[in-house]
């Protein structure tokens, strides 16, 4: 018999439950893993999740991803233009966490709704705990090459015994918050975001200073080349919302009866504001400054004062980003079936994303076959995430955190075979003809190919994915209904038998004198 999902966190012992009321106020390390947020567990406010989505967005890649848009051959208006459409999918970011605080469980869980229990293990093992294990190896890698600078202007050549010792602190101080979890990023992220955004605007500064406002590329790109361009600077920008199909982790803490517009809101603003902002300041830089190398571009104007905070800047973003997707991480590998704590869940996907880190830094620059596979599972996050966000809207954002726990056999998320055929052939389709439209130095589609290297893989994927799943799928209706409707049904057959039965002895009493 499968075991329940509360099992997870909460069987090892008692005591750890009764402490897990205390957690969230005391900054102790965070009991709760996968199962259910009791009500009296509940707490905070939806502004919360400003610091929480913010955090990860006033960071160093942002700033990257702008520069990047100018090197792909972007006029400054028309990479700008990408930078705000683009972001917008943060919206779909904050629909689907308002599915955290109606079930009172992660995002890990709540797609069981969609793909079932066996078939969401699979997606979760792909878009959850693979891409995370990527996602922690890139970011720890740049924050690690501005460490190594920080270390050489304090005089410490980083020697591979250095950069080693680096690593791993870097990689420790992410995981301290991602172990002690939810209550620690509540509390770190507002003033993180603080000091990210005052060294950040004084970069602004510089960068403002050289900016050439008339920018135009050197040889200005026109009809398809630059509907291609436009297209990737899209799925580029919109990729780092896509990966964000867990934000219900990060909400099922807050009461049931918060109000999903004031979560939903909250977790845009916080996200798309800050990435606008510091997305559109790599643009400006991109105008002025050579962004193939953006940190030794960057460092290159300004004063040498500036340059150590600048570079802590860097790793702390570094940390931000990489202890969200740790946090997370440690709740895929729960829901893939794996059963240990979440703060052993979180260590060991913590070790695998650092044993990346050193063999991509020391050994093998293997980043860039990492971000292309990313690029790549673009084709499946961008359907997972429309999937998901219609699923919230066709329930009314109707989840039991108890019946999604319920992992048994006939389970009202069992489906068949434990694989809801609608959500996971939706996901299929909707992937595979997005691949057919991508565009990545690691594999072109034969569509793309075809339209002159146009990647069309984000709109394809997901409106298929949508359609498909409102077309294979019923009316939702709660599970509970269901069994009263199903109980109704059994108690009127067996009425309808009494009846009969009765009948029958009636109908044979009077015969029986004509015998």
Same mark, same amino acid.
């Given at each position: 018999m499968a075991a329940s999902t509360p099992a997870h966190e909460s069987e090892p012992s008692r005591t750890q439950n009764q402490n897990a009321d205390t957690t969230p106020h005391t900054g102790g390390v965070e009991a709760h893993g996968i199962d259910v947020i009791p009500d009296g567990e509940r707490h905070g406010r939806p502004r919360e999740l400003f610091g929480v989505w913010a955090a990860p967005n006033v960071s160093y890649l942002s700033l990257v991803v702008g520069g990047t848009l100018i090197l792909m051959g972007l006029g400054l208006w028309q990479a700008m233009a990408v930078v705000v459409v683009g972001n917008l999918f943060w919206a779909l970011v904050g629909l689907v966490a308002v599915? !955290?605080? #109606?079930? !009172?469980? @992660?995002?890990?869980?709540?797609? +069981? #709704?969609?793909?079932?229990? +066996?078939? %969401? +293990?699979? %997606?979760?093992?792909?878009? !959850?705990?693979?891409?995370?294990?990527c996602y922690l190896a890139l970011n720890w890698a740049a924050g690690c090459l501005a460490a190594f600078s920080l270390a050489d202007e304090a005089g410490l050549h980083p020697n591979t015994l250095v950069k080693v010792v680096i690593i791993v602190l870097v990689a420790a101080a992410t995981l301290a918050i991602s172990v002690y979890g939810h209550a620690m990023i509540i509390r770190l992220y507002l003033p993180f975001t603080i000091l990210l955004t005052v060294v950040f605007v004084v970069l602004a500064g510089y960068v403002l200073q050289r900016t050439d406002w008339h920018y135009h590329p050197q040889q200005s790109l026109h009809g398809s080349v630059l509907f291609a361009a436009i297209a990737a600077g899209l799925a580029l920008v919109a990729s780092a919302p896509l990966s964000y199909n867990n934000s219900a982790d990060f909400t099922r803490y807050l009461p049931r009866t918060t109000k999903p517009a004031a979560i939903a809101g909250w977790t845009f603003v916080g996200a798309y504001v800050p990435s606008v902002l510091f997305t559109g300041l790599g643009v400006l830089a991109g105008t002025a400054l050579d962004m193939t190398d953006p940190e030794s571009a960057l460092e290159s104007i300004i004063p040498?004062?500036?340059? @150590?905070?600048?570079?802590?800047?860097?790793?702390?973003?570094?940390?931000? %980003? %990489?202890?969200?997707?740790?946090?997370?991480?440690?709740?895929?590998?729960?829901?893939? !079936?794996? +059963?240990?704590?979440?703060?052993r869940s979180v260590a060991l996907d913590g070790t695998l994303g650092v044993a990346l880190t050193l063999y991509a830094l020391l050994v093998s620059n293997f980043l860039d076959t990492v971000n292309s596979v990313l690029q790549l599972m673009v084709a499946l996050m961008g359907p997972t995430m429309a999937i998901y966000a219609v699923d919230v809207i066709r329930r009314r954002n109707r989840y039991d955190g108890h019946e999604l726990s319920d992992e048994s056999r006939g389970g009202p998320y069992w489906f068949s075979g434990g694989v809801n055929w609608a959500g996971a052939s939706a996901l299929v389709v909707g992937a595979v003809?997005?691949?057919?439209?991508?565009?990545?130095?690691?594999?072109s589609g034969p569509i793309a190919q075809a339209m002159d290297g146009t990647d069309l893989s984000l709109p394809v994927g997901m409106i298929l994915a949508a359609v498909l799943y409102v077309a294979l799928t019923r009316r939702p209706r709660s599970s509970r209904l269901v069994a009263a409707q199903g109980a109704e049904a059994c108690a009127a057959d067996a009425e309808a038998a009494d009846a009969e039965s009765a009948g029958n002895r009636v109908a044979t009493a009077q015969a029986a004198p004509r015998a």
């Open positions: 599915s !955290g605080s #109606a079930s !009172g469980t @992660p995002s890990e869980v709540i797609m +069981r #709704a969609m793909f079932g229990v +066996r078939g %969401n +293990r699979a %997606n979760i093992l792909v878009t !959850g705990w693979f891409a995370s294990v040498g004062w500036f340059k @150590p905070a600048f570079l802590l800047a860097v790793v702390l973003s570094a940390v931000a %980003n %990489n202890a969200m997707t740790a946090y997370s991480s440690g709740l895929a590998l729960q829901a893939v !079936g794996l +059963r240990i704590r979440r703060s003809a997005a691949a057919l439209c991508v565009d990545t130095q690691l594999f």
